[in-house]
């Protein structure tokens, strides 16, 4: 058994062996092996993987499409791949604090849901002017997906409820309160979803004509590049980013350390939560301009595989999540290009999740090999 | 009143046994967050069986229902596998492995179903019709007032769900495994000293979690949706983990909670019809049972005792 493996022990050990490069080569691993996975199945069912590969760029504004309808161009889906981008981004840093403090936010999609509804119906629907009206859906969405986040970070405090179940409640609760406050009073009668925003308040700046090209410009993007600098600094340099990661990486070293465990774990929550209702009003107030009722954006739960994927780093997320979305989002092109059904982006997502998971067991089994030698 | 009886039954025994499966894994000492997704992967390989299989049969005939149900059970088992390899094996983070899989389920079956449907059924669809399964009314005792009801209308799995919750019973507290597995949870160091193999026990636990979840989710594919599409996520899965920790990870103080689930569920659906009230207040109906989970939480979380070494990775060499 041994013998057999040294010649694979000795591939694996010279490029993830370095204790340095483990931090970005196993995750690169585990995305090539779901690649590879992926494009076996679509081989399988006939249809060429490096094709349907491309497809995805194509679709995501990355590689130039054969043809292009009028003021469209390959700037326009990377415009709108942006797009995409921003709310998984801010979905991506919510997840992250929540692991830095041992706690597995699970409820970010409701939480996007909570603070996108909450903006859509305050602000999205009053004639305030732009100025005032897109700071006040930032603001507001921060704060409503905080206070989702505190309650469940209170639950777990104080009445010692695991809080990825809490989380999996509160999604549907808010699914159910929000589908039912659109269908009695917010629905338009054609699209079946929330009547529309108004452009003031949205946080996206739509068919803005530039040359020749009409694009959708995210404005919330420079808000997460903002988010993740304020994210890294947060942890890497202030008191409370230490506490943070002194209770999610032992509870009773830090209580022993006069650390307050429960208030770290709450205020750890209220910034997850935050994040994720910037996440909700870039996605329902920006990307998107309408609420469909009874559906949770996918975005919370991919954001999980992004936040794995970076090594919960708030750098390693830009590149995870950039994957995660030229996967997601070029799905769609690729069905109608390629014939591919667009449900294998989230399957391929699901298996980088799988081998994500594993990564603690191949740092480990890589370091028992290297003591061996 | 009868109709609250019956559709509350049959709400809560699916969620009953995949509680069962819940409660084996977890007092082996096994974090189940996996419910979830296990029993919707086990209704997609018993729906994708008898919706195979159905044209060999006559319309009304129950062999594809009792072989899908065999089937879900196999299925579940198969893909619990993963949850057992990622904890007991490679050492993993329970929680996270358990996500992980419910997100991987629903992913995989979505595509699977309309890759199969395109491919093999020749019809762009994202769902397997499966039909309600037949019922059986009990024919004497059915007819005690309130009482009977319990009897009139019954789906066949109901039967089979309270044979295998018997015989997982009788297992768990009276059988020299079962005690073997519930050391594992609360001392799983004193479990190999005596000589037992703490990752085999914890194996076989999880693999009997992920049957019991796949026998849950045909179950409901069959009686409440009557198909199998990605609407079998519906957080059954987690409803089965409120229930089981509101019943303190013991079977009978379970079987009280998912009654009351399904109770409460049936109830609120007989309120909006008899109040008449429109259509769009069934959401407030549904958010009944979720809402009664997060109360029964905040309830009863304190007080109970989860198995001591639950959710933690057995290493030979910890003292």
């Known amino acids: ?55 995805l760029l194509q679709g995501s504004g990355l590689a130039p499409k054969a043809s292009y309808a009028g003021y469209k161009g390959i700037i326009t889906d990377f415009a709108s791949f942006l797009n995409a981008l921003t709310p998984m981004l801010f979905a991506a840093l919510s997840v992250i604090i929540a692991l830095k403090a041992g706690l597995f936010n699970i409820g970010v999609s409701g939480q996007m849901l909570a603070a996108g509804f909450t903006a859509t119906i305050l602000i999205g629907y009053s004639v305030l002017p732009a100025a005032v009206a897109k700071p006040l859906v930032v603001v507001i969405g921060f704060v409503m997906g905080a206070l989702v986040g505190a309650l469940v970070g209170y639950f777990k405090h104080k009445f010692n409820i695991n809080e990825v179940v809490s989380t999996i409640m509160l999604n549907y609760i808010i699914q159910y309160i929000v589908s039912f406050f659109i269908n009695t009073f917010y629905v338009d009668p054609v699209s079946r979803q929330s009547k529309t925003v108004g452009a003031a308040g949205r946080l996206t700046l739509t068919d803005v004509v530039i040359g020749s090209y009409k694009m959708d410009i995210p404005l919330g993007i420079l808000l997460a590049a903002a988010g993740i600098v304020v994210t890294a600094f947060l942890l890497k340099k202030t008191t409370l980013g230490f506490e943070i990661k002194a209770v999610g990486s032992s509870v009773r070293a830090a209580e022993y350390a006069g650390i307050r465990v429960g208030r770290t774990r709450v205020l750890a929550m209220m910034l997850s939560g935050g994040f994720a209702g910037l996440a909700g009003v870039t996605y329902y107030v920006g990307y998107f301009a309408s609420i469909q009722p009874r559906v949770l954006a996918g975005t919370g739960y991919d954001a999980i595989a992004v936040a794995l994927l970076g090594n919960s780093s708030p750098v390693g997320i830009v590149f995870s999540s950039f994957l995660i979305t030229v996967i997601s989002k070029g799905s769609t092109y690729m069905s109608s290009a390629s014939g591919v059904q667009p449900e294998i982006a989230s399957a391929i997502t699901g298996v980088v999740l799988l081998f994500s998971a594993c990564g603690a067991f191949v740092k480990y089994k890589v370091d028992r090999w290297k003591e061996e030698r | 009143m009868n109709t609250i009886i019956i559709d509350g039954l049959s709400f809560a025994l699916p969620l009953f046994i995949m509680a069962i499966g819940g409660i084996y894994c977890e007092r082996s000492g096994i974090t189940n967050l996996a419910i979830e997704g296990l029993q919707g992967f086990g209704a997609f390989c018993g729906a994708l069986f008898a919706v195979s299989i159905a044209g060999s049969f006559a319309g009304n005939s129950p062999v594809p229902f009792y072989l899908a149900m065999v089937f879900a059970f196999l299925g579940g088992m198969l893909f619990s596998l993963i949850h057992a390899l990622l904890c007991i094996r490679f050492k993993a983070n329970q929680v996270i492995s358990g ?28 769902k397997f019709v499966l039909g309600v399964s037949a019922r059986l009314t009990v024919p004497v005792i059915s007819k005690i007032p309130l009482l ?20 997982a019973w009788f297992v768990l507290y009276k059988t020299r495994f079962g005690l073997h597995l519930r050391a594992c949870g609360d001392n799983p160091h004193a479990v190999d000293a005596a000589g037992i193999r703490v990752g085999r026990v914890r194996l076989i636990a999880v693999m009997a979690s992920g049957a019991l979840s796949g026998l849950g989710g045909i179950c409901f594919a069959y009686s409440i949706s009557a198909n199998f599409s990605s609407n079998i996520y519906s957080g059954y899965g987690y409803l089965a983990i409120a229930a089981l920790i509101f ?27 008899v109040l008449g009230m429109p259509s769009t207040y069934q959401d407030l109906v549904m958010l009944l049972p979720y809402v009664l989970t997060l109360l029964m939480l905040i309830f009863f979380s304190k007080k109970n005792h989860a198995p001591r070494a639950l959710g933690e990775i057995y290493d030979k060499g910890a003292r």
């Open chain 2, 148 to 167: 009977g009801a319990v009897f009139t209308n019954l789906y066949p799995f109901e039967l089979v769900i309270v044979l295998i919750a018997f015989l």
């Open chain 2, 247 to 273: 019943g303190n990870w013991k079977i009978m103080p379970t079987l009280g909670a998912c009654l009351l689930f399904g109770f409460a569920r049936s109830a609120g659906y007989e309120l909006v019809k």
């Open chain 1, 1 to 55: 058994m041994k013998k057999k493996n040294g010649l694979i022990q000795k591939i694996i050990l010279s490029t993830i062996g370095h204790e340095k490069r483990q931090t970005y080569m196993i995750p690169v691993f585990s995305i090539l092996i779901s690649l590879i996975v992926g494009a076996v199945v679509i081989a399988f069912l006939g249809k060429n993987p490096f094709l349907a590969y491309y497809n």
């Open chain 2, 99 to 126: 996500v992980v899989i419910n997100i991987l389920a629903m992913a995989l079956t979505e595509f699977l179903t309309k890759q199969i449907n395109a491919s093999i059924f020749g019809a762009a669809s994202n």
